[in-house]
Nanobody, 116 residues
């Protein structure tokens, strides 16, 4: 059974940091490109960061230089380190496979709220 469990969100002031974690199960994690997506109120879900099985990373322009993504294949876990957070980073953050055509069942996500 496919399961994605995100954690680590919270309320933080602008300029602060958070580290998100996503534990995956039910599919072959180590060969999957994984990504972090986010969905802000009234907006479509967007991909903000991805990491391939060989640890090549890619970031949306809006988070480049502030976010880093990493993975631990032994723990089937992907991380998102978010620094210099801005109010516009406020969203529910989800992890899943990349590209969108390969996504599995979505988890519950983790709420990130950045106050100004």
């Amino acid at each position: 059974q496919v399961q994605l469990v995100e954690s680590g969100g919270g309320l933080v002031q602008a300029g602060g940091s958070l580290r998100l974690s996503c534990a995956a199960s039910g599919f072959i994690f180590r060969t999957s490109t994984m990504g972090w997506y986010r969905q802000a109120p009234g907006k479509q879900r967007e991909l903000v960061a991805s990491i391939t099985s060989s640890r090549v990373t890619n970031f949306a322009d809006s988070v480049k230089g502030r976010f880093t993504i990493s993975r631990d294949n032994a723990k089937n876990t992907v991380y998102l380190q978010m620094n210099s957070l801005k109010p516009e980073d406020t969203a529910v953050y989800y992890c899943n496979r990349v590209p969108a055509g390969l996504v599995v069942s979505w988890g519950q996500g983790t709420q990130v709220t950045v106050s100004s």
